[in-house]
């Protein structure tokens, strides 16, 4: 598709003698890259069936060859990887650099959660994440992806950024992966090129001012504020990130990056960033700019805390029911809530009752599951998360076509399986629940999650090879 004209010349002065390479590139395909999940690989270890390269800014991120049906690999619906584009996961490499202590974290427009997974492997042991989407089915989409990769440290939202006010100095680090024109996704987006225009840009170069002046009282002074695009003009970054620290007071922070990462500065001096150009980094468009809040807020008489209406005498005091489902049932708190039994980390039960009560939670935690009657339905929650116990529960290794069928939410028939609740294995990595009960085994996948397509590969996606 064609570029507009007007994109043209507002890159030319970024670029110089460099436009016409930058533009030739833009016309071939994106790289293929993925992010393997470190806590679900360190249970499982996979080998790649075929030489990869690494991403070289990010320590679980690798470069595919092609692009293999996602769709229709079991281990990718389990949360053992995510497929991100390479640029973006540079923010993972900010973060282990910069945060050394366990914090709490805020991605405020974490929708479909590529960068929120790469903070959960990147934030140290021990923090608190909060991903947050303002529209609903995209908050519905993100806590998919935040439930699959099974860190039981997490919490979705769906809260507008102004609403995280109610939270004054709560953040020790702050996201705001800004929507915006998406320049930087051309060559993978038609639709942003349909819809990029001059009028276009101004108007997201507003709307990210208000998302960050929305979230800003949250973050505490000191704390860290990393501001992203995908997007290359000067308008909607440099611009905005001297906005930030001018009039809300921040200053920019330094990353260390290796030349021969090809990453570019900043387009202006004064405000210091970090640009990806996809004919000089293999990836797509991206900025990047880290900053230090160094203004400091007058904190409300009463703090959110005390106003709460929840506090640690809302759990339960018999853990005994639910003890054997987690690995390490005494390093969690559970909190039964309409017949449905969640476990929330003990080092972070105060924040998470807090978030649950002040904003509209989509996710948080492990919920372990429900109760039907007297059946205690187990949630794929439970099956995704790194703290579940195998052990307690009959385990069916699956092979690849009835992997498939369960993940399109049809009926399968299990030989020799058990009756009752059974946890499905595909390559020794949890997929799911069923219910057996003889001559087929009820799916307990959720229905929204389910592949809808029908369509079955020849052959199954085989990238990642048997587990070691």
Known sequence: MPLPANFITSVQPLLGEETETFLAVLAEDAPVSIRLNPAKGRRNPMKFSESVER??????????????????????????YYVQEASSMFVEHAVRQLVTEPVVCLDVSAAPGGKSVGLLSALPEGSL??????????????????????NPNSIVTNNAPKDFAAFPHFFDLILVDAPCSGEGMFRKDDVAVQEWSPQNVQMCALRQQDIVRDAW??????????????????????????????????????????????????AHRDAVGYRFFPHKTRGEG????????????????????????????????DTSPYNN??????????????????????????????LRDRLKVVAAGIELGRWKGRDFIPSQSLAM?????????????????????????????????????VLLTFLNEPIGFVKNIGNRANNLYPQEWRIRSGYLPENRPCFLGEAK
């Open 385 to 421: 998360s790194v703290q579940l116990n195998t052990e307690a529960f009959p385990r069916y290794a699956v092979l690849y076509e009835q992997a498939v069928a369960y993940l399109r939410s049809e009926a399968i028939v299990l030989a020799g399986a058990s009756k009752g609740f």
């Open 286 to 317: 991206l900025f990047v700019c880290v900053l230090r809040k160094t203004s400091a807020e007058e904190l409300p008489m009463e703090s959110p805390k005390r106003k709460s209406k929840n506090n640690l005498s809302s759990f339960l005091k």
């Open 55 to 80: 991403v070289p800014w990010s320590q679980w991120g690798y470069y595919l060859a092609d692009r293999p049906a996602f769709t229709f690999d079991p281990l990718f619906h389990a949360g053992y």
């Open 217 to 266: 009282p949250s973050l505490k002074p000191g704390g860290l504020l990393i501001y992203s695009t995908c997007t290359y003009n000067t308008l909607e970054n440099e611009e905005n990130v001297r906005w930030i620290a001018h009039e809300l007071g921040a200053e920019f922070v330094k990353v260390r990056v290796e030349a021969k990462w090809s990453i570019s500065p900043s």
């Open 129 to 150: 994440l909060v991903s947050n989407e303002i529209i609903r089915p995209r908050a519905n989409v993100l806590a998919e992806t935040m439930t699959k990769f099974g």
């Open 325 to 354: 489902y987690l690995k390490h049932p005494g390093d969690f708190d559970f909190m039964e809530d309409d017949n449905r039994v969640f476990a929330f980390s003990k080092a972070h039960s105060q924040p998470m009752l807090l």
